[in-house]
């Protein structure tokens, strides 16, 4: 990936770019996950089932997914800061009009727009940040980026919900359209001109995993750890709501200490993946596995309830960070085509987590969507496993073999 020693621009503004592009992703993940913390007022507002209403999240991770490597390749001339500002307007536009949409069929639909913005943010956000810095500081301005998840799961889908009970959620979609709107304005001052320097055509892209078998494993981990992970935590609150009656103010503060453990987590990782990105990943799919069946047993008690989403939380914030390091490892040669597959499979996953668990939601009740969530986690938990094992396996065979060979 390319980055610059020497720039035209002061060590200030680089590091002021960072920040804008950090906020972006922000306003980015708590619009896609908004609808997590407000699945109850919107069905109810709409007249809809929660299952259907999941649908937001569903239709957002499928454009987000899908399209990113056409996107990416049909942008491949566009200055990155241009095609960021771009991204930003479009969010601000779809946030109003989610705010003022009289029917769910325009909401839907103008989540699925908004997924597409989505979607290539992730995968030129973090290049352009490593892009704004000298080389020697590329790494510390990507993990800064990165850290915008965590502020996104302490502060922004909380403080969402929170605005919804203070008012409505048409009120807290346009809040989010004004926020969207000073990010869009903090990006246009502070990010210099970023010509495209590192575009990948869209065969190359789909072509990658067929010749990168180490590559191919960690997105099959990843499918499988983020179908379970989000199809159980976009029906938390339902499922709250069933099981221990919890109230929205309870809600809001549960989702904060989950955050609050994601950012836990990902602190705990920075220092564990430079070690072992699997490893690291393998203790945090085991804390995703015992935190959701926690919740299945103990959350009846809200004490039991902050235990398990704290576990979750920081298990997630050490899977998170991991499988991103996994991804490098397996591909440091083709990085950003390696990126936009992940951003693919990724947000696809969370589509499809989130339709999965409206059909069990609608039909089996909340509390089999929680099942769902750890069967999947435990099916990439023993995938991990076996890849782990098989690599071992390999470096010890290539070990043996002679020198000639």
Not at 322 to 344: C, G, K, R, V
Request: with cysteine.
């Amino acid at each position: 990936m390319a980055t610059h020693d020497r720039h035209p621009h002061s060590t200030l503004r680089s590091w002021l770019g960072v920040s804008a592009i950090t906020a972006s992703l922000f306003v980015f993940l708590t619009t896609e996950l908004m609808p997590v913390g407000l699945l109850t007022p919107i069905s109810t507002s709409l007249r809809i089932s929660v299952g259907i209403a999941g649908l937001m999240v569903t239709l957002y991770g499928v454009s987000a997914g899908i399209g990113v490597p056409f996107i990416v390749a049909w942008t491949r001339r566009v200055n990155r800061r241009v095609l960021l500002s771009t991204l930003l307007a479009i969010l601000t536009l779809g946030n109003v009009i989610t705010a003022i949409s009289p029917n769910y069929p325009l909401v839907l639909t103008t989540r699925l727009i908004m997924g597409f913005a989505s979607g290539v943010f992730w995968a030129i956000g973090v290049s352009m940040a490593m892009r704004l810095v000298p080389g020697r500081h590329a790494s510390r301005a990507a993990a800064i980026v990165m850290s915008g998840i965590s502020i996104a799961a302490v502060v922004g889908i909380p403080l969402g919900t929170v605005m919804e009970s203070l008012t409505d959620w048409h009120t807290t979609f346009l809040v989010w359209a004004g926020l969207s709107a000073l990010v869009f304005l903090a990006v246009v001052t502070t990010i210099p001109s970023l010509p495209s320097t590192n575009a990948v055509s869209v065969r190359e892209v789909f072509g990658l995993p067929l010749k990168n078998v180490r590559l191919r494993l960690v997105l099959c981990i990843v499918v499988l750890f983020v179908l379970g992970h989000f199809g159980a935590y976009t029906f938390v609150r339902p499922y709250l709501e069933h099981s221990a009656s919890a109230t929205p103010f309870f809600i809001t503060m549960v989702l904060m200490v989950y955050g609050a453990g994601g950012a836990a987590g990902n602190f705990i990782a920075g220092y564990t993946v430079n070690k072992s990105s699997r490893g690291s990943f393998i203790v945090g799919c085991v804390g995703l596995v015992v935190s959701l069946l926690l919740l299945l047993t103990i959350a009846h008690a809200e004490a039991g309830s902050i235990t398990a989403l704290i576990l979750w939380g920081a298990s997630f914030g050490v899977v998170q960070l991991s499988q991103i390091n996994m991804t490098q490892a397996a591909a440091p040669d083709t990085f950003e085509a390696a990126m936009s597959l992940n951003t693919m499979a990724y947000n696809t996953s969370i589509a499809l987590g989130a339709l999965f668990g409206g059909l069990f939601a609608d039909h089996l009740g909340v509390a089999s969507v929680v099942w769902f969530g750890v069967a999947l986690t435990a099916a990439s938990l023993l995938l991990a496993l076996v890849a782990r094992q098989k690599t071992s396996r390999t470096v010890r065979t290539d070990a043996l073999e002679p020198v000639g060979k």
